[in-house]
């Protein structure tokens, strides 16, 4: 049976941030977000049936702080629902565009993990692949996100070393974890 080849790397990009990178960041950031409508439902109608039982029990039952934290919760829960996560800009899209906008960038891609580098820093950012926890991509670009709201942002046009097809199998093989597409 042939064995399946696995991609080597160094994986390498150099480009610029680009109003249109930085854009594509923006909408997957602001998609990602987003809770799912069909959680979203369940969220909905499991808060709303907690709120009626818990609060008919509240009521005729009397205070106990076990009802009084079920009320609590799924209040939380139909929150959830109602709010969604939509159109709530953090201000994490606006320092990345602040920050990164004509800047050049490179990148490398080892056994090692993921090294950045801004051209006019003098140090690199490194990342190993067991501090990657999410890997998602657009067809623009992929994105590594390291903490809530740090990413490594890399233009699919610019991978040298191998394709982006590649790369992405590069990275889900060594971060064990499945990319994320996301339309934008």
């Known amino acids: 049976m042939a ?4 991609p ?12 249109e990178i930085l854009e594509d960041f923006m909408a997957v950031y602001l998609i ?7 959680t979203r439902v369940v ?9 009626l039982y818990f609060g008919y029990a ?3 039952q009397g205070m106990s702080v076990a009802r009084i934290g079920y009320l609590m919760t799924c209040s939380l829960l139909l929150l959830v629902a109602v ?3 939509r159109d709530r800009n953090d201000g994490t899209t606006d320092k990345y565009k602040q920050y990164y906008a ?8 080892d056994e090692e993990g993921v090294w950045m580098q801004l051209g006019d820093q003098k140090n690199q950012a490194h990342s190993a692949f067991s501090q990657i926890y999410s890997l998602c ?15 490594y942002i890399v233009s699919k046009a610019a991978v040298s070393g191998g394709t982006a097809e590649e790369l992405r199998s590069y990275m889900q093989t060594h971060c064990q974890k499945k990319f994320l597409h996301y339309k934008v």
């Open 32 to 38: 990602k977000k987003q809770v799912h409508p069909g």
């Open 102 to 109: 004509g800047r050049k960038v490179d990148f490398r891609i």
């Open 137 to 151: 991509e657009s067809d623009r670009c992929f994105y590594f996100i390291i903490k809530g709201k740090a990413y």
């Open 58 to 60: 509240l009521y005729t």
């Open 43 to 51: 969220c909905a109608a499991g808060g709303l049936a907690g709120i």
């Open 8 to 19: 080597k790397g160094p994986f390498t990009a150099s480009f610029i941030y680009t109003d």
């Open 3 to 6: 064995e399946k080849k696995r």
């Open 83 to 85: 709010a969604g996560g």
